[in-house]
Antibody, heavy 121, light 107 residues
Framework: EVQLVESGGGLVQPGGSLRLSCAAS????????MNWVRQAPGKGLEWVSF????????YYADSVQGRFTIFRDNGRNSLYLQMNRLRAEDTALYYC??????????????WGQGILVTVSS | DIQMTQSPSSLSASVGDRVTITCRAS??????LNWYQQKPGRAPKLLIF???NLQSGVPSRFSGSGSGTDFTLTINSLQPEDFATYYC?????????FGGGTKVEIK
């Protein structure tokens, strides 16, 4: 059974940093690209970042470019999102999602349960 | 960026109704259009990929169609478990973008 479990969320002050983790199991992690998607309270879905299976292709939304870094450890079956210079508008539920389609043809076929990040003083 | 516009933003329907949700892209997306269902407090669930392909395990009352810039999600014979919010997503080019969502409520 495919499982994605996020961790690392919490309350952080504006300008602070946080690292999210996504532990994957039930599939061959190093064969799939992965994504982060977020959802602000009561709002819709916003794609944040994509990393290919071998980490040779990475994309970011403009809203996080230069502040967030996506990376993965295929040996640990884990995906990460390092979030720096956090802003109030980064407050959201963050999901990791497996990409069954790959570069240029993404399909988010499995999602984690989400982890809440709150940026507030 | 490609803008995805869903309509309606919400609708009320009864069990057994046929429901149609539309999604329009601001430019052609070559069929790279996915549909997701999200229930309150839950993660999104993939329903349809590449405009018309039913994801494994999804009931056949869900179907997708469309090409170019205009796409449709149809739910035939709406069931109680289908009351949720539905999102379209284009994956033709980055940034990957979602529609604003369509909330399907019980009439």
């Amino acid at each position: 059974e495919v499982q994605l479990v996020e961790s690392g969320g919490g309350l952080v002050q504006p300008g602070g940093s946080l690292r999210l983790s996504c532990a994957a199991s039930g599939f061959t992690f190093n064969s799939f690209g992965m994504n982060w998607v977020r959802q602000a309270p009561g709002k819709g879905l916003e794609w944040v970042s994509f990393i290919s299976s071998s980490a040779d292709t990475i994309y970011y939304a403009d809203s996080v470019q230069g502040r967030f870094t996506i990376f993965r450890d295929n040996g640990r079956n884990s995906l990460y999102l390092q979030m720096n210079r956090l802003r109030a508008e980064d407050t959201a539920l963050y999901y990791c999602a497996r990409d069954a389609g790959g570069v240029g043809a993404s399909i988010f076929d499995y999602w984690g349960q989400g982890i809440l990040v709150t940026v507030s003083s | 960026d490609i803008q995805m516009t869903q309509s309606p933003s919400s609708l009320s329907a009864s069990v057994g109704d046929r429901v149609t949700i539309t999604c329009r892209a601001s430019q052609t997306i070559n069929g790279y259009l996915n549909w997701y269902q999200q229930k309150p407090g839950r993660a999104p669930k993939l329903l349809i990929f590449y405009a018309s392909n039913l994801q494994s395990g999804v009931p056949s009352r869900f179907s997708g169609s469309g090409s170019g810039t205009d796409f449709t999600l149809t739910i035939n014979s709406l069931q109680p478990e289908d009351f949720a919010t539905y999102y379209c997503q284009q994956t033709y080019t980055t940034p990957l973008t979602f529609g604003g969502g369509t909330k399907v409520e019980i009439k």
